[in-house]
């Protein structure tokens, strides 16, 4: 994962780090550089040029041109700057206490891995010892249902049907069920299409205002870069997410989604999908991805 990214900056980093003086030319050919990694890795124009001009700027400061090693230092500010990018600081699940049943809306475009992810988290859940209800509410595709039933039987997560045949009922009937039954957590899995549209958003609206979810994860497609990003702001326009699974990561060489999200939308990235496995979530810390970026 990240390949091309880590490519770009090892030529970068490996061309400032040990110089006992840095010029203005040094420090402009640099910025030039990460201007092309940055576009290459398909992140989104303005976020970086956001990026470069707060590097610029802070690199041509006091702090690099005195520093003993000022390539060291001019390296720290570009990993300061992604750190930042990225989110800062771990996102948290904005769960309840364990005596209250929290509901957590997965959306995404058809192929995202919605589905897959739901069962992912469920796993996750489960395995820090919640109980925890899958609600298959993707009721515009067959097989969706039974893609979740059999992934929720691979991880152990009891998946809600119910007799309702339309997601907005199906969704406040497995509301009711985990509470009556008293589960920590309600992952309720909806409809993608193939691109945004009007009935989907319109969907998902009517589903979210349903139910009145805790969270509402939007699983983006790390391949799509840019176009996740247009994805995103669509969803979060309709109906206001809460954050990210982004999934495909471990496909994903070049990283623009990843360094774009935060940045456009707000919203920060919870979890990174990194295989079809159903254990293959991780917890997304921005500083060790930009640890693994820079080198
Ligand atoms: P949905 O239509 O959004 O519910 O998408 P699915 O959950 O059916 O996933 C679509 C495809 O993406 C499936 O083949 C999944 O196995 C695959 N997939 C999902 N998440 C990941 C991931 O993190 N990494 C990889 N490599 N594949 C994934």
């Known amino acids: 994962m990240l390949e091309r ?5 090892a030529k970068i980093t490996k061309t400032l780090v040990g110089k006992s003086k840095i010029t203005d030319k040094n420090i402009e050919e640099a910025i030039e550089e990460i201007k092309s990694a940055l576009l290459e890795a398909d992140v989104n124009l303005r976020v970086a040029r956001r990026f470069i001009n707060a590097t610029a700027e802070e690199a041509r400061g006091e702090k690099v041109l005195k520093a003993i090693d000022p390539g060291q230092q001019f390296v720290k500010i570009i990993y300061d700057k992604m750190v930042h990018l990225l989110g800062d600081e771990r996102s948290e699940l904005a ?14 475009l058809q192929g ?10 469920a796993l996750h859940l489960k395995n820090q010892g919640r109980r925890v209800l899958l609600c298959a509410a993707d009721l515009s595709r067959p097989a969706a249902v039974k893609q979740l039933e059999i992934l929720g039987e691979q991880v152990g997560v009891p998946v809600f049907t119910g007799e309702h045949q339309d997601p907005i009922s199906r969704a406040k009937a497995a509301v009711q069920e985990a509470k009556k039954h008293q589960y920590n957590v309600l992952i309720i899995d909806t409809a993608g299409r193939m691109q945004v549209d009007t009935d989907l958003m319109t969907e998902i609206k009517a589903i979210s205002d349903a139910v009145n979810p805790d969270e509402k994860i939007l699983v983006a497609d790390a391949m799509l870069g ?8 669509s969803f ?8 990210f699974i982004l999934s495909k990561f471990d496909s994903d060489t070049r990283g623009g989604a990843a360094l774009s999200l935060k940045s456009i939308t707000g919203k920060p990235i919870k979890f990174i999908g990194t295989g079809e496995k159903v254990e293959a979530l991780e917890i997304f810390h921005p500083e060790r991805i930009a640890s693994r970026i820079l080198g």
């Not at 990214?5 to 900056?9: A, K, P, R, V």
């Not at 769960?95 to 995404?108: A, N, Q």
């Not at 840019?226 to 702001?233: E, R, T």
Request: glycine share 8%; hydrophobic share 40%; net charge negative.
């Open 5 to 9: 990214l880590q490519d770009s900056f």
């Open 95 to 108: 769960l309840r206490g364990p005596d209250v049943t929290s509901t957590i809306l997965f959306l995404g």
């Open 112 to 121: 995202s891995g919605k589905t897959t992810n739901a069962a992912k988290l």
């Open 226 to 233: 840019q176009n996740a990003v247009d994805v995103a702001k």
């Open 236 to 243: 979060d326009e309709a109906v206001e997410i809460t954050g």
